[in-house]
Nanobody, 125 residues
Framework: QVQLVEYGGGLVQAGGSLRLSCVLS????????MGWFRQAPGQKREFVAA????????YYEDSVKGRFTISRDNAKSTAYLQMNNLKSEDTAVYYC??????????????????WGQGTQVTVSS
């Protein structure tokens, strides 16, 4: 079955950096888009970043543009989220996800059918 596992969360001071990794198994990684979402306590899950199947197109939520970078290594079946200049408002559980099929609506979480278990990112001010 399709499985996504995230790595790399943790506690970091404001202004610091973290890199999240997401390893996919159970399907052809390079054929589908990947997305990152986050959910803070008491908040709705929100889109963070997405990348198309070959890595040529990326999308970002406005508040992370210029600070976060999404990338993928299809040979390693791994997607990454490099997070720089972290702020306290970035504190959340971060999830990676992939859609069941091909879609262009990569900012909408309902387009994604497979999700990881999430990894906590805590930014202290």
């Amino acid at each position: 079955q399709v499985q996504l596992v995230e790595y790399g969360g943790g506690l970091v001071q404001a202004g610091g950096s973290l890199r999240l990794s997401c390893v996919l198994s159970g399907r052809t990684f390079g054929a589908f888009a990947m997305g990152w979402f986050r959910q803070a306590p008491g908040q709705k899950r929100e889109f963070v970043a997405a990348i198309n199947f070959d890595g040529r197109q990326t999308y970002y939520e406005d508040s992370v543009k210029g600070r976060f970078t999404i990338s993928r290594d299809n040979a390693k079946s791994t997607a990454y989220l490099q997070m720089n200049n972290l702020k306290s408002e970035d504190t959340a559980v971060y999830y990676c996800a992939t859609p069941q099929g091909h879609t262009t609506y990569l900012m909408d979480d309902y387009e994604y059918q497979y999700w990881g278990q999430g990894t906590q990112v805590t930014v202290s001010s």
